[in-house]
């Protein structure tokens, strides 16, 4: 009872300033919470893509744990439109880091005359997010 007071004292103060209050639900604080990352070079948006070397062309997705709580294992799917849907298995993600996925080879199909896709970070609802709108990315590689 005594916290509930003191609570209502905090926000009836920070109102009489002209303080906004941002509250979060119960359970919020501490969850994971998955995102894609996209290439940090202005204008590629999503597409970033392996170099050179073997892999060379593939697509690259970073999946980054912007939470606060570690994220386990889980899925992410990228899919192109046309050509269907690749599953990634999705290592676990400390909080505050971000992994970068194997390569995913864009299908043929994809190319019209440009390569379309939704990446969808855990796309089997294993880890439990603060926030699963964050969670899809879309994006265009130039053919």
Known sequence: MEKTKLTLVTVAIAALFGCTVLAQGPG??????????????????????????PDRGKLIVTVKNQGRA?????KTTVEFTPGG???????AIPAGSSVA?????????AWQPDAHFKIR????????ESNNNNNTGTGTCIG
Do not use: E, M, Q
């Open 121 to 128: 970070v855990n796309s089997d609802a294993k880890v439990d």
């Open 101 to 109: 996925l194997p390569p995913v080879a864009i299908p043929a199909a």
């Open 85 to 91: 849907g690749i599953k990634i298995p999705t290592p």
């Open 28 to 53: 919020t604080k501490n969850k994971a919470d998955l995102i894609p990352v996209p290439d940090p070079r202005p204008g590629y948006g999503f597409c970033k893509l392996v170099p050179s070397g």
């Open 70 to 74: 570690n994220a386990p294992a889980s």
